[in-house]
């Protein structure tokens, strides 16, 4: 199924676990307890999921419009990105793939048109060349 133009964002888990983020973070457990927001456009899905300890983390994945395992790495070619950040101000420490700092998967295990499910793990780099481990990692979110 392809989507094309569709964007959503999307509120916070709800009871049905629809709209949830979560992962571990260098064995530490991260849930987007602010937030879960999502965008489709024209195949570029993103999905930033906000929590309230000021971290965030982030999906970028282009010509994602069917089921399948997209890999994360700059390296390859690929234009799919990953991004962990720690804190919101000045001081923030940003965890990027990109730039050849680091390697992962996006697995798509079901999009529709009202609902896309995934999972995913990374590493990643910041300016200094401190790696994080993102692993575990599962997102659903509503399209409506």
Do not use: H
Not at 5 to 23: K, L, R, T
């Amino acid at each position: 199924m392809i989507l094309l133009g569709a964007i959503s964002c999307v509120n916070p888990v709800n009871s049905d676990g629809f709209n949830s983020m979560s992962c571990t973070i260098d064995d530490a457990s991260f849930e987007a307890d602010i937030g879960v927001m999502v965008s489709f456009n024209d195949g570029l899905f993103t999905i930033t999921g906000s929590g309230s300890q000021r971290q965030q983390c982030q999906l970028i994945v282009d010509e994602c419009n069917k089921v399948g395992t997209y890999v994360i790495s700059q390296e390859s070619g690929e234009k799919n990105t990953a991004r962990w950040s720690d804190g919101m101000d000045a001081k923030q420490d940003f965890y990027l793939t990109s730039e050849g700092k680091g390697v992962g998967l996006v697995v798509i295990t079901s999009i529709s048109s009202e609902e896309v499910t995934g999972t995913f793990s990374f590493d990643a780099r910041n300016s200094e060349g401190d790696r994080v481990q993102v692993q575990n990692g599962v997102f659903t979110a509503s399209l409506d």
